[in-house]
């Protein structure tokens, strides 16, 4: 069965710079979350998405921002990329349609600052 | 607002044995309750679920989980460990809005060491 592909799976950027992750979630899915998870951490959710229109918001640094396209991939946005932005990126994805409906996550776009 | 307490950071079993990792929820109403398995550098995957209905959930992987409402507890059992099984476990509970599922919070997690 299809999951969620996020890329790239590791990236290295210097302080200060911009990434970019991408997000496809599974056919059909119409929610899109990020997540953020530190070394040794718990993962925290940043933001999420449905119907391309941005439903809810956690702790997501000013630095950061996020959309849904069209073709329901998402993309994370972060610039001025500090040392503590490095972390474990997660995707997911559901389907509201569904009662209780299942989040399911991607492998995770590893980011380290430098 | 919803939390997640997984009272134990690192358990170690022998291979072969039981296992109990124990996850307390705080929710004001039925709470949609998950376990995920972490290996190291991976991603989440969802072990099992609870939504409603029967109270005891079966997963993949051969686990299990209890939702007691009187505990507000979720705790996940196997009755025999494998040396695969080692990896961080999570328990989360979902938001729930009239869509649904709309978030998870996270607990901390509980490192799982198998020892042969």
């Known amino acids: 069965a299809a999951g969620v592909i996020q890329s790239p799976r590791h990236l290295i950027k210097e302080k200060r710079e911009t990434a970019t992750l991408k997000c496809y979630p599974i056919?059909?899915?119409?929610?899109v979350y990020w997540y953020q998870q530190g070394p040794g951490q718990d993962p925290q959710f940043l933001i999420s998405?449905?119907?391309?229109?941005?439903?809810d918001k956690g702790s997501i640094p000013d630095r950061f921002s996020a959309q849904q396209f069209s073709d329901y991939h998402s993309e994370l946005n972060m610039s001025s990329l500090e040392l503590g932005d490095s972390a474990l990126y997660f995707c997911?994805?559901?389907?509201?349609?569904?009662?209780?409906?299942?989040?399911?996550f991607g492998e995770g776009s590893w980011l380290t600052v430098v | 607002a919803q939390s997640v307490t997984q009272p134990d950071i690192h358990i170690t079993v022998s291979e072969g044995a039981s296992l109990e990792l124990r996850c307390n929820y705080s929710?004001?109403?039925?709470?949609?309750l998950f376990w995920y398995v972490q290996s190291p550098g991976q991603g989440l995957q969802l072990l099992l679920k609870y939504f409603s209905g029967d109270t005891l959930v079966q997963g993949i992987k051969g686990f299990e989980a209890e939702f007691k409402r009187s505990q507000s507890s979720f705790n996940l059992r196997k009755p025999s460990v494998h040396w695969s099984d080692a990896a961080e476990y999570f328990c989360?509970?979902?938001?729930?809005?009239?869509?649904?599922?709309?978030?998870?919070?996270f607990g901390t997690g509980t490192r799982l060491t198998i020892i042969p």
């Open positions: 929710y004001g109403a039925t709470p949609y």
């Open positions: 056919p059909r899915h119409d929610t």
């Open positions: 998405f449905y119907e391309k229109m941005q439903s």
């Open positions: 989360a509970v979902g938001k729930i809005s009239n869509f649904g599922n709309e978030k998870l919070t």
């Open positions: 997911a994805s559901s389907y509201r349609g569904l009662s209780g409906n299942t989040i399911y």
